[in-house]
Nanobody
Framework: VQLQASGGGLVQAGGSLTLSCTAS????????MSWFRQAPGKEREGVSC????????YYSDSVKGRFTVSRDNAKNTVFLQMHSLEPEDTAVYYC????????????????????????WGRGTLVTVSS
């Protein structure tokens, strides 16, 4: 079972990128899906999460109004549209299963696989130049 985030790259401030999270070996449709990021020298931060059906989504205050999370369960893919990017958004972005993300960027695991604490994807680097 593997998740893979993709779509990162270099973009100028004010620009946009869309990240994708795909999975092999598992259907994502029953999972809350979450996005995280980790900037160099900083702790991992929760960015957004979306319910299994896609009808509810949550964002950290740092990205609210600029980022939009969505999913296509038929394609087993979750998306993160990022607009009005800022240099402070530079980070490696990861997707994972079954984490609730709060407005302050904290997060909590809500799954039931014990010590494994969800499935994590390989990250994708987003670099925003000023």
């Amino acid at each position: 079972v593997q998740l893979q985030a993709s779509g990162g790259g270099l973009v100028q401030a004010g620009g946009s990128l869309t990240l994708s999270c795909t999975a092999s070996g598992v259907s994502l449709e029953n999972y809350v899906m979450s996005w995280f990021r980790q900037a160099p020298g900083k702790e991992r931060e929760g960015v957004s999460c979306i319910s299994s059906s896609g009808d509810r989504s949550y964002y950290s205050d740092s990205v609210k109004g600029r980022f939009t999370v969505s999913r296509d369960n038929a394609k087993n893919t979750v998306f993160l549209q990022m607009h009005s990017l800022e240099p402070e958004d530079t980070a490696v972005y990861y997707c994972a299963t079954d984490y609730l993300v709060s407005e302050d960027g904290s997060y909590i695991y809500i799954g039931d696989d014990g010590a494994t604490k969800g499935r994590w994807g390989r990250g994708t680097l987003v670099t925003v130049s000023s």
